[in-house]
T-cell receptor, first 113, second 115 residues
């Protein structure tokens, strides 16, 4: 139980395009999901907390207009990287909170050319 | 401010030998410390956590971690490594005992167990 999936697992896009990453809780409902980002050789950093039916809470330094988060249902949160640039290339991981724990997705590798 | 450091990007160990993956922490209050493991193409999985009490914490898959307050360390250990233990390991700290909220992760250590 408590499985979280992410789609796609890997995406390559051109600079200036937008990319949407989906995070789904497969066998439980999650009112709260988290989005993390990891640059090479750096820590996994929390970007934002996604709450079902309300606006996401962004961590300091994360541009909310660039990283759009939508948590429209209890099993799905999406992260859209708008007008992506090479510096946005990173590994994006989501997690979902359930039964007092966080359960993590496998991650999405974004490469912006 | 809370942070953890994993000084080793890569750890190699022979199968059957003991393994240690290092983690040091910096917190302003009580340290709530966690270890997660990530196997290829899978999400991070919870291994164990230290909240309070015994300094030696036992977790999943035969792993344990030792909390050392004087050295501000929380190293992950296993007495006898298996090839299947090869994975990416993350240390984390949280202000929340459950780890259900903001987790501050280290950079990760890739463990390779050599047959």
């Amino acid at each position: 139980g408590a499985v979280v999936s992410q789609h796609p697992s890997r995406v390559i896009c051109k600079s200036g395009t937008s990319v949407k990453i989906e995070c789904r809780s497969l066998d439980f409902q999650a009112t709260t999901m988290f989005w993390y980002r990891q640059f090479p050789k750096q820590s996994l950093m929390l970007m934002a907390t996604s709450n079902e039916g309300s606006k996401a809470t962004y961590e300091q330094g994360v541009e909310k207009d660039k990283f759009l988060i939508n948590h429209a249902s209890l099993t799905l949160s999406t992260l859209t990287v708008t007008s992506a640039h090479p510096e946005d290339s990173s590994f994006y991981i989501c997690s979902a909170r359930w039964a007092g724990e966080q359960f993590f997705g496998p991650g999405t590798r974004l490469t912006v050319l | 401010a809370q942070s953890v450091a994993q000084p080793e990007d890569q750890v190699n160990v022979a199968e059957g030998n003991p393994l240690t993956v290092k983690c040091t922490y910096s917190v302003s209050g009580n340290p709530y410390l966690f270890w997660y493991v990530q196997y290829p193409n899978r999400g991070l999985q919870f291994l164990l956590k230290y909240i309070t009490g015994d300094n030696l914490v036992k977790g999943s898959y035969g792993f344990e971690a030792e909390f050392n307050k004087s050295q501000t360390s929380f190293h992950l250990k296993k007495p006898s490594a298996l090839v299947s233990d090869s994975a990416l390991y993350f240390c984390a700290v949280s202000a929340d005992q459950t780890g259900a909220n903001n987790l501050f992760f280290g950079t990760g250590t890739r463990l390779t167990v050599i047959p």
